[in-house]
């Protein structure tokens, strides 16, 4: 009777998943993981970087008044919209994946 609970113990109860393949899975899957938490936080930065450089382009627009806005003012807000609409849209890809 004990030796067969002992087998069936040793059967049902030991743990096989310490063999090196599956801890190097599991090593290389925590190291995407990491990765790609890194990346969304780079982005959340960038993000975070460029809509402040739009504020701060705006109160210049604003303070400056409707008629002194110019071209090149307007060029670089274009640019910086199209910036951050690129940061967003490669952000959701990454935390999409999260």
């Known amino acids: ?7 069936w113990r040793n059967r049902f ?12 899975n599991r090593r290389s899957a925590d190291d995407v993981r990491l990765h790609r938490a890194s990346e969304v936080t780079r982005l959340q930065a960038d993000v975070h970087r ?8 705006n109160d210049v627009i604003v303070a400056a008044g409707p008629s002194a806005v110019s071209k090149p003012n307007e060029t670089r807000m274009a640019s910086l919209h199209q910036q951050l609409a690129a940061k967003q849209r490669e952000l959701s890809t990454h935390q999409a994946r999260i």
Not at 1 to 7: A, D, F, G, I, T
Not at 50 to 57: F, G, N, P, R, T
């Open 13 to 24: 109860l030991t743990s096989s998943s310490s063999s090196p393949m599956t801890d190097g």
């Open 50 to 57: 460029i809509q402040h450089e739009i504020s701060d382009l």
């Open 1 to 7: 009777m004990m030796n067969m609970l002992r087998s």
